[in-house]
């Protein structure tokens, strides 16, 4: 189990509206920067039919990213929510930005926490479209 050594460091990411193999390609880039409560092994399942999905990790920024993101595939978008102390969250974007094509969809604030909900796409997807536009 993963242990925050500096207070505001810990975020929980959430992962909804997508496939569990898109759900484990966030988690993966995600763990491959950051330690995590989950273990590489630890790939999402699905729920039984009818019900739906939200995914969840937490992971330590104290030490800053180990590794710098690379892209992953990705199928369709990914609902993804960051919640924890600001810079934390903001350092976790970072990473994801640099791996996804990434949109904001919300943000709020308080004093010491922030939660943001992205909307991720596959980053060759996203220039495919672009350029054929």
């Known amino acids: 189990m993963m242990e925050t050594r500096r207070p505001g460091a810990e975020v929980m990411v959430s992962i909804e509206g997508c496939m569990k193999e898109s759900a484990h390609a966030v988690f993966s880039l995600l763990r ?15 729920a039984p039919e009818g019900r739906s999905m939200v995914w969840t990790a ?7 990213p180990r590794a710098p993101a690379e892209p992953l595939p990705l199928e369709g978008t ?4 960051l919640l924890g102390g600001c810079h934390a969250v ?7 930005v640099t791996a996804f094509a990434l949109r904001e969809e919300s943000s709020a604030s308080g004093d010491q926490e922030k939660e943001v909900q992205l909307r991720l796409e596959d980053i060759r ?7 054929a536009l």
């Open 58 to 64: 937490d992971f330590d920024t104290s030490d800053g």
């Open 32 to 46: 491959a920067c950051f330690p995590s409560d989950r273990e590489p092994g630890d790939v999402p399942q699905y």
């Open 125 to 131: 997807t996203a220039a495919h479209r672009a350029h």
């Open 90 to 96: 903001d350092l976790v974007r970072d990473q994801l």
């Open 78 to 81: 990914v609902t993804v929510t």
